[in-house]
């Protein structure tokens, strides 16, 4: 399919076995390893999981390439991070209670997509492969030259301000603020920007691979339904030009000198690819009688644990929809939840909070840690009539998590920290009639 706004061509349907081709009989016909590969290439195999894990859940490329990977997996010299962290992480310990940011700043300095990369709280153990990291990242140049692949976990990017252009293993994706991307773990890819400067965030989920979550009740449709998701065909890049790539693995980061882009990959097949995503395509569901059900209604992905039920990691979006429950409270009702929830705000004005909660911005709810409508938000759905109300132009997310989110050095220090976040709630006095 072709996109109505870029011009790009997509590949459509979520987890598909997908093949493509930047030149006619760049794949072999009937096998994945012949003798000598169509066009003089090599061939290679990218696995995103064990060979023998069941049918439904085995993810894995076959990629037809200029030069295998082998060329430039040596010779690694270890670099700072910078502002990226992994976990196990402790600069800081558990907070005791809510935390929110307005939007951080950018950098003062030049930073482009790697660089830009702000993390701000992680969980879990990358090494063990469970838990995740919430970042943002901040670019004001392009990856030129530049590339990247993540050994230690698939990257959820969120963005807010700025459209990226990923050049990936796989082919392009042109993704917009509204949109979201994901990068499996170990493709290597780099970013462009489409406009002057872009800032977003990132979700680096080290479990299970996000998937769909099941619909149970609901059926076969609504949510996020699988034709919504774009993969790219193949395109590849054939050049000399002097380069660098980074890795990133149990938590270090490499960099290789380079002198030809490792984007050389001219025909793939498989279900190892990255994707894009609109939020806008979502298909919110709710009541249409009396209170609500719970946020699980919202998850766009989720990364089970083995604990069924209990994800390692969801992504659940408020997008616009209509409020039509009678007698009831219609905002997010007050709780205190098992899971912990990292939350950001892309576009528009949050139901819940009336104000201090702007998009670029971010809060951060621990477990057992309770939280929910401000003083003014709950005056306004207490008071106001009952008629049916449609919230536009409003878009945010959440990182739900089964682990406490511990935040970094940067995230505690950056002056965007909102000291006075929880006088939101001061103002519940107690109206009790009894």
Known sequence: MTDAITGAEYQSGFGNEFASEALPGALPVGQNNPQKPPLGLYTEQLSGTAFTVPNARNRRNWHYRIRPSVRHAWQFTEVENHHIRTAPNRETQPPIGQL??????????????????????????????????????????????????????????????????????????????????????????????????????????????????????????????????????????????????????????????????????????????????????????????????????????????????????????????????????RPPYYHNNIMSEFMGILYGVYDAKEEGFEPGGMSLHNMYFPHGPDHDAWLKATSGDQKPQKLSDTMSFMFETRYPLIPTAYSTSVPTLQDDYPSVWHGLEKHFTG
């Open 100 to 329: 929110r940011w307005n939007p951080p700043p950018f950098p003062e300095e030049s930073t482009n997509f790697l660089t830009g990369i702000r993390t701000v709280a992680t969980n879990g153990d990358a090494h063990t492969q469970t838990g995740m990291a919430a970042h943002l990242y901040f670019a004001t140049e392009s990856m030129t030259n530049t590339y990247f692949y993540n050994a230690d976990g698939e990257m959820l990017i969120v963005p807010q301000d700025g459209q990226l252009r990923f050049a990936t293993e796989c082919g392009v994706l042109m993704v917009a603020p509204g949109e979201i991307c994901v990068i499996p773990r170990g493709m290597k890819f780099r970013v462009d920007l489409l406009d002057d400067a872009a800032r977003g965030y990132i979700c680096e989920n080290y479990g299970t691979y996000l998937e769909l979550p099941e619909r149970g009740p609901i059926g076969a449709n609504a949510l996020a339904n699988p034709r919504d998701f774009l993969y790219p065909v193949a395109a590849f890049e054939d050049t000399e030009d002097a380069g660098e790539l980074y890795v990133k693995f149990d938590g270090r980061l490499f960099m290789v000198e380079l002198d030809y882009s490792p984007l050389d990959v001219v025909g793939w097949h498989g279900n190892h690819a990255p994707y894009k995503y609109d939020l806008r395509k979502y298909n919110v569901i709710g009541s249409i009688s009396f209170d609500h059900p719970d946020p699980s209604i919202f998850t766009v992905l989720t990364s089970p644990s083995p604990d069924v039920g209990v994800a390692n990691v969801d992504f659940v979006v408020f997008a616009d929809r209509w409020l039509v429950s009678e007698h009831t409270f």
